[in-house]
């Protein structure tokens, strides 16, 4: 290799003074520069001239630094000459698309000399470096095609694995690890498929995908890297190769020896398609928004998805014939496809790039464990979403003409309408991503800013977990096995919308003996795969909707039918003289509770009789988030803490956990969910107290008394098992269970005792002549606004920011009206609306909304609202209404 003063650097620059800058920095470091002012002069010196290392601008007429860059890679002569870029463009895009192109490294505008320095010091040593590794790997390609010993035990790990024909079995025996990709993919087998088997057979990390943040550059040369598909990547904060083919000794010799990293590295398995992704200049079609810390697409995985066309079946049965190949395979039999490879065509765009950003996002979705993709359209561009333990994920942005050209992939995939994009629509399909198949729902809707996409992810043929797997205690477990075991009567399963109740339904399902009973389900859509269950899903454009579907499994007389939701009179009704009838009836309900269920029934026309005929239980279910065991940090508890947890558990823990964040967890502190549950058995003194017309909140009061574990004491035994962390049990479940005056919220009935502050305020809310207002708004403008119009007409007001909060505030104060929005995070109105009726706090609640939906109005108003405002609020008719509903 030449000394550093002897080196030989290319600049090349078309600005004069960067020229200078770049030469006088060099010069003084005691390297020979060598100055062009263009690519084409450029590429004229490097005729005549074999440089050390290039220094190239990219924004340059005529022929930029990309372009120059891509001649020199598809030259042999040039291509192993180390390019570093100098640039003004600093993004993270920017120097994704450096490193897809063969640059090593990247230097920011205005220039600091000694770190240009340093940079082209470390380089030179690179150029030796890889001319050593490109030479010694050339010398021992034969190890290749050399089966080792361990390969021959992987063709007898693949053929256990997979189902094979008997020329599949043929050719698996005769695999080389030259051409083990290619031999398995002839067989149907995806390369992400094939990835995954290798490294759960040599027991190494599997990489679904590879951010191109990741990447060292440096260590391995682009052309290198893109023959012999491996790439050197940070991992936790180890060295790994990403290799497709860890068979190859050959390769891992060569890294071993002139990698530069010696045996101080670990190994990956990727497949092939994910580490040629990184040298394609896809980056062209995103961006990253100004305020957004985005990674770009060219870091989602590519998957090979096999696609099931959408249901045409008149009972909305799920079509299972499958159609091999990827999404451009079905394009000649969907119409929809044709008409998009078309548009794509007519709109100069390359589907390719399209189908390969709708596979990678969808892999990418499954590896992080998402539940649902948002594509939201902006005013620029439109941002991609996941739903990662319900909590919302930003993953990256996509320019708008890039998002349409997606969203019409995604919409033709689900067999919907690429053209409307004004209605809202639904779709389904069905693919298989790294040889797990996967359904996917697909639901559109208009936007001020155009046309944005939910799509759900489903795993219809995961296994059913156990009830105690789920989060349920044993005792709770076994109730739910003994109500299962009957042949009639009703299961209820309450909880929230995506609290986890299909699940739920599926385990207790998956412990029928489904063989010897018939079991019919009417589903909308059909989540989960029940062995030798006659599943049924709502299809509306075929005409079958709901009730249809309803009346038509009640008329095969089942012994077992799953409705999936009580959603209308009819089907509340239809289900309670199903399951009075000979049948075992198992269904949803959205409610907080257990008991609240009664309530929400009887809002349905559901007599109180009826339920205590059909009832068997009433299982309620929240999910919390679970607590990361890589990074939570185990604290003593807080007296705040402590007050919250008192009066659900019989002993406080002197510590609890909290969340932290790290790479595991995506900093978040969170991994995975836990469910909290109370099972209410409805045995003939409860059924009494129905007959009797007791509350809702003395039936629960009662079912506490009698030893049932309720869903707050669930949270709190999570809490103490350092499961979750305090605010997040309090904020979804502990909260609406904490009244000051029900005797439900202390533990063994003991009452308890309100603080000297909170008698100070209820005495004082008691002996005020002024009427007392509480204020619930989450927008702290509204807040502002409503409050000033109420105190300059001499109302006492007290605000809150939340439902919980509000829920706080009723327990330190009585209030002569609640003035509450509808629409707030993880609380809103009607769930505080419930949770007061509960606790018999009787004050007059009036709603706050900005929608139009008189569906909801209508709703407030069965619910027993006093009034419903809209936002925003005309001042003098506001406080006339405020002043006629207190002065009832």
Request: some cysteine.
């Amino acid at each position: 290799m030449n000394e550093p003063m002897d080196a030989t650097i290319l600049a090349v620059d078309d600005d004069a003074t960067s020229r200078k800058i770049l030469d006088r920095v060099l010069a003084r470091a005691g390297f020979r520069v060598v100055m062009a002012d263009s690519g084409i002069s450029a590429l004229e010196i490097l005729s005549r001239t074999n440089p050390d290392l290039i220094l190239l601008d990219v924004m340059m007429p005529g022929m930029d630094g990309y372009e120059l860059c891509a001649e020199l890679q598809a030259n042999p002569d040039t291509a192993d000459i180390p390019v570093i870029f100098i640039t003004a463009l600093g993004e993270q895009h920017d120097k994704t698309r450096s490193f897809a192109l063969g640059a090593v490294d990247y230097v920011t505008k205005p220039i600091q000399p000694q770190t240009l320095s340093q940079v082209v010091g470390a380089q030179l040593k690179t150029s030796q470096r890889w001319k050593n590794l490109s030479e010694h790997r050339s010398a021992l390609k034969g190890k290749a095609s050399i089966a080792p010993t361990d390969f021959t035990q992987f063709r007898q790990f693949l053929s256990q694995q997979f189902s094979l024909t008997a020329d599949g079995q043929k050719t698996c025996a005769a695999l080389t690890p030259g051409e083990l990709y290619a031999a398995l993919t002839k067989l149907g087998f995806g390369e992400n498929q094939v990835a995954l088997s290798i490294a759960n057979f040599m027991k190494l990390a599997y990489l679904p995908f590879i951010e191109p943040e990741d990447v060292q550059v440096g260590i391995l040369s682009p052309p290198f890297a893109r023959a012999n598909l491996a790439v050197a990547i940070q991992r936790d904060g180890k060295n790994m190769f990403a290799l497709s083919n860890p068979f190859d000794r050959g390769l891992i010799e060569s890294l071993t020896k002139f990698s530069g990293l010696g045996d101080q590295f670990i190994l990956g398995i990727t497949a092939p398609k994910n580490i040629s992704a990184l040298f394609t200049a896809t980056t062209a079609n995103t961006q990253q928004a100004p305020s957004r810390d985005r990674p770009p697409a060219t870091g989602l995985p590519q998957p090979s998805l096999h696609q099931t066309q959408p249901s045409n079946s008149s009972l909305g049965f799920a079509n299972r014939t499958r159609v091999a190949g990827g999404l451009r395979a079905v394009a000649d039999s969907n119409p929809a496809l044709a008409k998009l490879d078309a548009l794509s065509r007519d709109t100069q765009l390359e589907t390719e790039s399209v189908l390969q950003l709708a596979d990678r996002l969808l892999e990418r979705a499954v590896s992080e464990r998402a539940s649902d993709i948002h594509i939201e359209p902006e005013a620029a561009d439109a941002v991609i979403r996941f739903r990662v333990d319900g909590d919302m994920r930003e993953i990256l942005s996509i320019k708008s003409d890039v998002n349409l050209m997606l969203m019409s992939r995604l919409k033709a995939l689900g067999g919907m309408d690429i053209a409307e994009r004004r209605r809202p629509q639904d779709g389904a399909c069905e693919v298989k991503i790294a040889g797990r198949p996967f359904k996917i729902r697909l639901a559109t809707t208009s936007t001020p800013d155009g046309e944005s996409l939910i799509m759900r992810v489903l795993e219809p043929g995961t296994r059913a977990k156990s009830l105690t797997e789920l989060g349920m205690t044993e005792e709770q477990s076994r109730a739910m096995t003994v109500a299962a075991s009957s042949t009639q009567g009703l299961i209820l399963i309450v909880g929230p919308t995506g609290s986890g109740k299909t699940t739920t339904i599926f385990s207790v399902l998956s412990q029928v003996d489904t063989r010897t009973r018939s079991l019919v389900s009417v589903e909308d859509p059909v989540e989960y795969r029940i062995p030798f269950a006659n599943q049924q899903q709502v299809n509306e454009k075929a005409g079958i909707n709901f009730e249809s579907l309803l009346k038509s499994a009640m008329r095969q007389d089942p012994d077992i039918l799953f409705l999936g939701e009580i959603r209308d009179t009819f089907s509340g009704k239809a289900s309670m003289d199903f399951a009075s009838t000979g049948h075992l009836t198992i269904s949803t309900l959205h409610t907080s509770n257990a008991t609240s269920a009664i309530f929400r029934l009887e809002r349905l026309g559901v007599t109180r009789t009826m339920m205590s005929d059909a009832i068997l239980c009433i299982v309620a279910q929240r999910l919390l988030r679970k607590l990361c065991s890589h990074c939570k940090e185990v604290v003593p508890i807080t007296d705040r803490e402590a007050e919250r947890l008192a009066p659900f558990i019989s002993q406080v823990p002197p510590e609890v956990a909290q969340p932290v964040g790290c790479a595991k967890c995506n900093q978040s502190g969170y991994l995975g969910r836990e469910g909290i549950y109370e099972v209410i058995k409805f045995d003939a003194e409860i059924a009494d107290m129905l007959h009797t017309n007791k509350s809702v909140s003395a039936i629960r009061e009662f079912a506490y008394r009698r030893g049932d574990f309720l869903i707050s004491h669930h949270a709190a035994e999570k809490v103490a098992q350092m499961l979750v962390s305090v605010d997040d049990a309090y904020q979804k479940a502990l909260a609406e269970e904490a009244p000051p005056e029900v005797s439900v919220a202390s533990p063994k009935g003991v009452p308890r005792t309100a603080s000297p502050a909170q008698e100070k305020a209820k005495a004082a809310s008691t002996t005020a002549s002024v009427p007392s207002i509480l204020l619930v708004e989450d927008d702290k403008d509204n807040r502002a606004l409503i409050q000033r119009y109420l105190v300059n007409q001499g109302y006492d007001v007290t605000v809150a920011d939340d439902g919980v909060d509000a829920l706080m505030q009723l327990g330190r104060a009585k209030f002569d009206l609640i003035l509450t929005d509808v629409n707030m995070p993880t609380f809103d109105g009607f769930k505080l609306l419930e949770a007061a009726r509960q606790k018999k706090i009787d004050t007059p609640m009036v709603f706050l909304t900005a929608e139009t939906d008189e569906a909801a109005e209508i709703k407030g108003l069965e619910l027993g609202v006093a009034d419903y405002l809209k936002k925003p609020v005309r001042k003098e008719l506001f406080l006339l209404r405020i002043k006629k509903i207190l002065g009832r």
